[in-house]
């Protein structure tokens, strides 16, 4: 069992940063691919970006590339998300989860609680 829980959301504005984090316990997080999704309200949950279990590969959506930066520390069971020249459409409700190295929600078995990001203009 891994509990995932989400820190770093906020209020920015247009063209600023922002970097969440995602603490899991547990003894077995180098062993789960980390993924960040995210849900705007009344849309669909969506991928954003994924790192493999030892981070030596990511991947992320064309929205995201260029702006968006996957991390992780093993040490210290955490990933980090980190999110540059926000955008108003970037805000949502961001997820992180635990599982296999997959685009698509049901590669994961494991979510936090999410953390509200809101981009004003």
């Known amino acids: 069992q891994v509990q995932l829980v989400e820190s770093g959301g906020g209020l920015v504005q247009a063209g600023g940063s922002l970097r969440l984090s995602c603490v899991a316990s547990g003894r077995t997080f180098s062993s789960y691919a980390m993924g960040w999704f995210r849900q705007a309200l009344w849309k669909e949950r969506e991928f954003v970006s994924t790192?493999?279990?030892?981070?030596?590969?990511?991947t992320y959506t064309n929205s995201g590339k260029g702006r968006f930066t996957v991390s992780r520390d093993n040490a210290k069971n955490t990933v980090y998300r980190q999110m540059n020249s926000l955008k108003p459409e970037d805000t949502a409700v961001y997820y992180c989860a635990a599982g296999k190295h997959s685009v698509v929600a049901t590669g994961y078995d494991y979510w936090g609680q999410g953390t509200q990001v809101t981009v004003s203009s």
């Open positions: 790192i493999t279990s030892s981070g030596d590969r990511t």
